[in-house]
């Protein structure tokens, strides 16, 4: 690789982040091709205009269609792709969530009896850390200029870093380098600094925890056969193990158990996430909620996503013009449905939220007859948002201020599969 090349490289995984995914972006090929078939339908009779070249704008529309995403993903997680699924969602319970979490991942049978677990935390699953030499802050770097290369094996494959060292550079400046190429590569290694007394050190922290069968390290640091100039795992001291990663241990009805991570699955009915030691030795009971209060639970989740993607459109309201269109259109949804929501405690607030009263939403399940019918409104109201954050996200395009050039021939437009909008590729920014 040449010094061009390297330059290149160095700047790619010092600026690119991925972005998380969940198991909604994932898709049918028949999905997909909905998805492409709509773009090239909507691009059909959509007038020509400027590309936007302004970064800020650019910014503004990517941030609305992951908003979007996430918005789907709020509802798809409640069960609003079925059918009555917004109702039946249960949900778990913790007596004591300092140690652990808990989440239902059953299935919705009626009648299926779910039992409780008692569980007992005795030590959490800890990720292995290497510590490196603590350094001078602002003293010249003992490294001699030229590129450096090392190595990280995690996870049954080797990666491969490599960085130049400049004339006139400090530890420090070398130190952060190292921080931004490691944390950017989302190879499962967490780059941070610690300091003391002028003095700092690079810290590798794993985002998996334990160790597997067979394995005594989750991560190995080694430049003993690099491509480039070894002697940067040495000087900054990168191969020095700090702590060593360890499973959880902890007993589910009293029966002992171990796992190398602090998430994971009860019989397949719960998701339990660790977070602290059982006090005493006092167990945790997990289980799950009765009917209201997962309703409950489910309709506070889905007013967060509504609330949380008007609140990041009205952010744009000083700087984006049309962002105000999207905030009305998403304010009108909830308008059309307000006289029927309020009775459930959901009432709609000026600047376009909604605020939710807990007793009149417990008071008003616990009451009903008809759960489907009484909070068939809702149901109504999470399927517009769900069309209207499909909308946004396939052509964000649609809240910003652009630059017609013409329109074309209404009715008279060929699909041209290799013209969709300039702009859908926004679709797919970071997922490939």
Partial sequence: MGAVMNTVYNNYLTTYTPKPLTRFDSHKKSELRNVYNSIVKLNKEEPWYLPTTSKDTQHYAIELKENARGLHNTIAQLGGLEKDGLFRKKSAYSTDEGVAVASYVGGDDVGQEIPDFQLEVHSLAAPQENLGLFLPNNVKTSLTPDTYSFDIGIN??????????????????????????????????????????GRTSLRLTSESTGLTSGKSQIFTVSDDHTSKTAGAVEYLGLDYISREPANA????????????????????????????????????????????????????????????????????????????????????????????????????????????????????????????????????????????????????????????????????????????????????????
């Avoid at 700087?319 to 304010?331: A, F, G, I, M, N």
């Avoid at 209207?388 to 201020?401: A, I, R």
């Avoid at 652009?402 to 008279?412: C, E, L, R, S």
């Fill in 156 to 197: 049954d494959m080797n990666y491969e870093f490599q960085f130049s060292v400049g004339e006139a550079e400090t530890n420090r400046d070398v130190q952060d380098r190292l921080v931004r190429l490691i944390n950017n590569s989302d190879i499962g290694i967490r780059a941070t600094l610690a300091e003391s007394e």
């Fill in 249 to 432: 241990q902890f007993s589910v009805n009293g029966a002992e158990s171990t796992s190398p991570s602090n998430h994971f699955t009860l019989d397949k009915l719960f998701e339990v996430h660790l977070t602290g030691l059982s006090p005493d030795e006092q167990p945790v009971q997990i289980g799950l909620k009765t009917d209201v209060e997962s309703l409950t639970d489910n309709v506070f989740h889905l007013v967060g996503g509504y609330n949380d993607f008007v609140k990041a459109a009205s952010s744009y309201l000083e700087t984006q013009s049309k962002s105000r269109q999207l905030v009305r259109e998403l304010s009108g949804i909830a308008s059309v449905y307000s006289s029927s929501l309020e009775p459930m405690g959901l009432n709609l607030k000026e600047d376009g939220t909604l605020n939710v009263d807990k007793d009149t939403l417990r008071q008003t399940a616990s009451q009903s007859p008809d759960i489907n019918e009484t909070f068939g409104s809702l149901k109504n109201f999470s399927d517009m948002l769900l069309r209207k954050s499909n909308q946004v996200s396939l052509n964000p395009m649609d809240y910003v201020e652009k630059v017609m050039v013409a329109y074309k021939n209404p009715g008279h437009n060929f699909i041209n599969p290799y013209v969709t909008s300039a702009y859908t590729g926004m679709m797919f920014d970071v997922y490939f």
